[in-house]
């Protein structure tokens, strides 16, 4: 059992330039998430994805385009890099989206650092 | 809308000596998640322990414990006999129970274990 991984794990592009960050689990989650961790911001929700075949815009999404490819993955888009996408990005995912026990638990992949150029 | 304030960006513990982590939060709601995750120099985040607003028992896992104080709207987080493992930084999140069911993070809290 893998849980969350993501690919790349760093990853540096000029201004401008587009890339996809891939993130994949293999504990049949039905929700998975995209965040940025920015140096004294905290996490910070970009696109969601509750169930496969829905995606929902969290609390920083512009800039940014989401995939859910199917149940185990969920990607990431930048179709043009700016400075300001300089981050680090979590990918995580859960068993539900909502519910009072612990379902909604959400399990972090190991991030990718990217620098924007 | 909701927030999560962790006051202290940084603080050291002798090694097995207690440190206590501090967050608080402001919320309209009565029924919510509250939990610390602790981010070690791989990045990875790992969940330390998990509280319910309706639950009045704080939470405890092995060395850590929670002084959950709902109507202060308060939630720290107390680290027993402290390790040279227990360096990272820490997060305090809130899980709405409502509406998009996200997670609100603070700033984090920076704790260094020294030997």
């Known amino acids: 059992n893998a849980g969350v991984t993501q690919n790349p794990k760093f990853q540096v592009l000029k201004t401008g330039q587009s890339m996809t960050l891939q993130c994949a689990q293999d504990?049949?989650?039905?929700?998975m998430y995209w965040y940025r961790q920015d140096p004294g911001m905290g996490l910070r929700l970009i696109y969601y994805?509750?169930?496969?075949?829905?995606?929902d815009k969290g609390e920083v999404p512009n800039g940014y385009n989401v995939s859910r490819l199917n149940k185990r993955e969920f990607s990431l888009r930048l179709e043009s890099a700016a400075p300001s996408q300089t981050s680090v990005y979590f990918c995580?995912?859960?068993?539900?989206?909502?519910?009072?026990?612990?379902?909604?638990?959400?399990?972090f992949g190991p991030g990718t650092r990217l620098t924007v150029l | 809308a909701q927030t999560v304030t962790q006051s202290q960006p940084e603080m050291s513990v002798q090694e097995a000596e207690t440190v206590t982590l501090s967050c608080t939060y402001d919320?309209?709601?009565?029924?919510?998640?509250l939990f610390w995750y602790k981010q070690p120099p791989s990045r990875q985040m790992i969940l330390v322990i998990r509280q319910e607003a309706y639950k009045q028992q704080n939470a405890t896992e092995n060395r850590f414990s929670v002084n959950f104080q709902k109507a202060a709207k308060s939630f720290s987080l107390k680290i027993s006999d402290s390790q040279l493992g227990d360096a990272a930084m820490y997060f305090c999140a809130y899980r709405t129970h409502s509406g998009t069911y996200k997670y609100i993070f603070g700033t984090g809290t920076r704790l260094k274990v020294l030997a």
């Open positions: 504990m049949n989650h039905n929700s």
């Open positions: 919320t309209s709601e009565s029924d919510y998640y």
């Open positions: 995580a995912s859960s068993l539900a989206h909502r519910g009072k026990g612990r379902e909604h638990e959400q399990f």
């Open positions: 994805s509750a169930s496969e075949g829905t995606t």
